[in-house]
């Protein structure tokens, strides 16, 4: 069983700066890649980024390719979402996540990952 916890939302203003980590309990870290997710008031929650296992491979939703940069430090079991020039439209809470087998590379199906930390709220105001 996998805990994941989220810190590091908050309120800013438009075009600020957060970063949120995630650390992971357990000792099989870097076995498994990981995901960054998000969900704003009465929508869907949505892919944000994911990073492979060993911090090889990244990907990233569209929406926020060029701001966000995920990175993670397996050392100490920590994943990390650096947000730059934030929007209104970023504004949700933001969820790590875990894929569900090891050694299964980068997804951004929502599905493959199985397990979830409880989020963090980011608001970013104009």
């Known amino acids: 069983q996998v805990q994941l916890v989220e810190s590091g939302g908050g309120s800013v203003q438009t075009g600020a700066f957060l970063s949120l980590s995630c650390v992971a309990s357990g000792s099989a870290f870097s076995l498994y890649a990981m995901g960054w997710f998000r969900q704003a008031p009465g929508l869907e929650r949505e892919f944000v980024a994911a990073?492979?296992?060993?911090?090889?491979?990244?990907q990233y939703a569209a929406s926020v390719r060029g701001r966000f940069t995920v990175l993670r430090d397996n050392a100490k079991n920590t994943v990390y979402l650096e947000m730059n020039s934030l929007k209104p439209e970023d504004t949700g809470v933001y969820y790590c996540?875990?894929?569900?087998?090891?050694?299964?590379?980068?997804?951004?199906?929502?599905?493959?990952?199985?397990?979830w930390g409880q989020g963090t709220q980011v608001t970013v105001s104009s």
């Open positions: 996540a875990s894929r569900a087998t090891p050694y299964n590379g980068i997804s951004d199906l929502a599905t493959d990952f199985g397990y």
């Open positions: 990073i492979s296992r060993l911090g090889v491979s990244t």
